[in-house]
């Protein structure tokens, strides 16, 4: 049963700052990795998939990698700000059900302080 | 942008009522999915819908849930007889092939 895990927990960092947040997986067979953004209260938003095929996708300050063998993606936020503070999920499609769901992390909550 | 929408944004029930929780999923997307997020704890998946059936469902989806697209726009999720437990964060989702979308979802407390 596939199992995701995220480090660390929380982080507050000053504004500014460049940072790496963690997922790991424990079954490499995946379809692809999505990386959400969750405000309180609020829904997922996507903000960065990555195909069972690809190492790393890029979208404005974020960059995400992706190493299926270890079983390990990255989240890196360059110049974090105040606005990029909220709860970062991880998530995987297991291959072996087409992708039909997305098994979640327990997400990493950001804090950048002004 | 398209987006996923859900209604109600919170609903508040007494333990043993039924609960119909609303979606209208993005209009080209094939796929449909319930999510709920406990309090605190992991997004969890619920049930996958897809050519008006359902393909995927989680040991979470007892009889006490179902689910239905009424008439090709909107995707409900129907509880039967709530319980305590099922107080959460419920998401609606559609996707049409890598990706899928979230609703802001609806907050149900059963009291």
């Known amino acids: 049963k596939q199992e995701v895990t995220q480090i660390p927990a929380a982080l507050s960092v000053p504004e500014g700052e460049n940072l790496v947040l963690n997922c790991s997986f424990t079954?490499?067979?995946?379809?692809?990795l999505q990386w959400f953004r969750q405000d309180p209260g609020k829904g997922l938003t996507s903000l960065l998939l990555?195909?069972?095929?690809?190492r790393e996708q890029t979208s404005g300050r974020l960059n995400a990698s992706l190493d299926k063998s270890s079983g390990r993606s990255t989240l890196y936020i360059a110049a974090s700000q105040p606005g990029d503070s909220a709860t970062y999920l991880c998530?995987?499609?297991?291959?072996?059900?087409?992708?039909?769901?997305?098994?979640f992390g327990p997400g990493t909550r950001l804090s950048v302080l002004p | 942008e398209p987006e996923v929408t859900q209604t109600p944004s919170h609903q508040v029930t007494q333990m043993g009522q039924e609960v119909i929780l609303r979606c209208v999923p993005i209009?080209?997307?094939?796929?449909f999915y319930w999510y709920r997020q406990i309090l605190g704890q992991k997004v969890e998946f619920l049930v996958s819908?897809?050519?008006?059936?359902?393909?995927?469902k989680s040991e979470i989806f007892d009889d006490q849930f179902s689910v239905e697209r009424p008439d090709g726009s909107n995707f409900t999720l129907k509880i039967r007889s709530t319980k305590l437990e099922d107080s959460a964060m419920y998401f609606c989702?559609?996707?049409?092939?890598?990706?899928?979308?979230f609703g802001e979802g609806s907050w149900l407390t059963v009291v």
């Open positions: 990555i195909q069972s095929s690809q």
């Open positions: 998530a995987v499609r297991p291959y072996d059900n087409y992708g039909q769901n997305f098994v």
């Open positions: 989702a559609s996707g049409h092939g890598n990706t899928i979308y």
């Open positions: 209009s080209n997307h094939l796929y």
């Open positions: 819908f897809y050519n008006n059936e359902i393909s995927e």
């Open positions: 079954d490499s067979a995946i379809y692809n």
